[in-house]
């Protein structure tokens, strides 16, 4: 099949142009929205002809920065080459990429960290600012010109409808056979008018499977041919192995008690590879007709839908390794059967995710003695990658577990902390923390409660008895009038494990 017979529309045909040329239709200023969600979807020419372009212009003496809004993370070929020419003004709402998150930290590049079920409706209340320039990857444009979306879905909807003028990069590697597995709802209206979604069950079609455009503002197509990220999963080690065996129990026990069918609740399953030990942990366990209702189809969840322990997910994006992607592309018709892809406010919409009665199971970087979790900033100050979706699930999750190793760089650093030194989600959002050492539930404890209960389960025993020392010393000192006993700390100390962090390089002092 030749690229060209992937551009239906004859209209469209006569737009496709190199992606130089579609480059130099961006300028200095303009807010950009391009698809892309977890490495899979992103437009792969024009960001890279968009990067050389800023980089000769500023060499010239020009100044030329965009901002760069996206689904998520995106790949090398887009963050990073933007990033890496200094071409970023401003980047929302998650990323991933090393030289990305370098400039971020370096105070070069501004970031805004925003729920990705928020973004849409930001743009569309008019909270962001003008969008620009839409540039989409899609599989296909039919002869009436509606789209067959890529391997993502993320915000392309809106940034479709919203942007003043739409870059289209038709990609020839992306599978044809996606056709029909996507689920664009177009029923969302802004408040006062808006209506509930109607879904009640993970794998309801409630859209159509192509994305609409106004071809009026249609200014280029660009033909790629290029593969999605390749997503990277070490085998479980023996910590994920662990955190996994204990969310089994937790699960078994849940069910056991009646709070819980049997096949459990659809699964939402986070980014990494502790995450897909988990699936893989469910995949060997003894839950059966599972589902899924997630933001990122990885590795784990397709092994499940292959040996049928998962019966259908939903998802917005494909994160998949060279592995998986072979046997999703062998396997594409039954794969279509069971696969939904949703656009990303839908995938993660706080009324469904509450109505559905999602598990939702996401990693962080640590957690207090009471619960808060800090998910995106390393010591306080230093972004690693973003929120997510993680805020999306985690309030209004029928439970929400939150999973770390209890330990970071060698055991200098203990991800149970007297108190997290940036909070993404509250001790009000957070049932569930789980480590390696253990798991510890938290529904229905009073903080002080809490505390006893996420360091005898979830420390590393070489930090507990710190712990339960300053938790004693803490409650004393309120006792005595320096504090108050609902949530107690001993404010000069809370953070000094992580300013010791900074200083000596490990947060307990040497004896
Ligand atoms: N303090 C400082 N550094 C820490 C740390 C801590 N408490 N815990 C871990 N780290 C370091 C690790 O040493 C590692 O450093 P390195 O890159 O130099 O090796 C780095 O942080 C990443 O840790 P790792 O354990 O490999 O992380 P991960 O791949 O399991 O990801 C998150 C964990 C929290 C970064 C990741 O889950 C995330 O980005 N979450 C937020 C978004 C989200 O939840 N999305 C899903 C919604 S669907």
Redesign the pocket.
Same mark, same amino acid.
Request: proline share 2%; with cysteine; charged share 10%.
């Given at each position: 099949m030749t690229h060209n017979s992937r551009i239906a529309h004859p209209g469209l045909r006569q737009k496709i142009m190199s992606a130089d040329a579609a480059a130099a239709l961006i300028h200095h200023g303009d807010n950009v929205g391009m698809s892309g969600f977890t490495g899979a979807g992103h437009p792969k020419a024009l960001p890279q002809a968009l990067a050389h372009r800023i980089e000769k212009a500023n060499q010239d003496g020009g100044h030329f920065r965009i901002g760069v809004w996206t689904g998520a993370s995106t790949a090398p070929e887009l963050d990073g080459a933007l990033a890496k020419v200094g071409g970023i003004e401003m980047r929302l709402p998650?990323q991933?990429d090393p030289t990305c998150r370098d400039r971020i930290n370096k105070g070069e590049m501004d970031y805004i960290d925003i729920h990705?079920s928020h973004v849409a409706q930001f743009v569309w209340f008019g909270f962001l600012g003008k969008l620009s320039v839409a540039v989409v990857e899609v599989a296909g444009i039919l002869e009436d010109g509606r789209l067959i979306p890529s391997s993502s879905v993320g915000n392309n909807k809106t940034w479709l409808d919203q942007a003043d003028k739409v870059i289209l990069e038709v990609n020839s590697m992306q599978p044809l056979g996606l056709e029909g597995m996507h689920d664009i709802y177009y029923g969302t209206d802004l408040p006062p008018n808006r209506k509930p979604i109607p879904m009640t069950g993970p794998g309801d079609r409630i859209g159509t499977p192509y994305l609409h455009v106004d071809l009026d503002k249609v200014v280029a197509v660009v033909e790629t041919s290029q593969p999605d990220r390749n997503t990277t999963f070490t085998p479980p080690d023996e910590n994920s192995q662990r955190i996994a065996g204990h969310i089994l129990d937790f699960l078994g026990h849940e069910v056991k008690k009646g709070r819980l069918p049997a096949n459990l609740l659809p699964l939402?399953?986070?980014?990494?590879?502790?995450?897909n030990a988990v699936l893989s942990g469910l995949n060997q366990g003894p839950f059966n007709n599972l589902t899924g209702y997630?933001?990122?189809l990885q590795d784990g969840m397709l092994e499940m839908l292959k040996s049928g322990k998962l019966s259908m997910a939903s998802s917005t994006a494909l994160s998949l390794s060279v592995e998986g992607m072979k046997e999703f592309l062998d396997n594409l018709d039954f794969y279509r059967q069971r696969i939904v892809l949703r656009p990303q406010e839908i995938s993660?919409h706080p009324e469904l995710v509450r109505r559905l009665g999602i598990i939702s199971m996401? $990693?962080?970087?640590?957690a207090d003695i009471y619960g808060n979790v800090?998910?995106?900033h390393?010591?306080g100050t230093r972004i690693?990658? $973003?929120?997510? $979706?993680?805020g999306?699930?985690a309030r209004n999750a029928y439970l929400s577990i939150f999973m770390?190793?209890s330990v970071?760089?060698d055991g200098r650093?203990?991800?149970i902390?007297p108190m997290a030194?940036h909070v993404?989600h509250t001790e009000h959002d957070v049932q569930v923390l789980v480590t390696e050492q253990g798991l510890a539930d938290l529904r229905g404890l009073a903080p002080r409660q809490r505390a006893t209960v996420v360091i005898e389960r979830c420390a590393h025993p070489d930090y507990r008895p710190a712990l339960r020392d300053y938790v004693a010393r803490a409650e004393s000192a309120a006792r005595n009038g320096h504090g108050g006993m609902q949530t107690p700390h001993i404010l000069d100390e809370a953070l000094s494990w992580h300013s010791r962090?900074e200083r000596e390089g490990r947060m307990l002092a040497q004896d």
């Open positions: 998650y991933s990705l939402q399953s986070g980014v990494g590879n502790i995450a997630t933001e990122v993660n996401n $990693g962080m970087i640590e800090n998910s995106t390393l010591m690693m990658n $973003g929120i997510g $979706g993680s999306d699930f770390t190793p970071a760089k650093i203990s991800c902390v030194s993404d962090f």
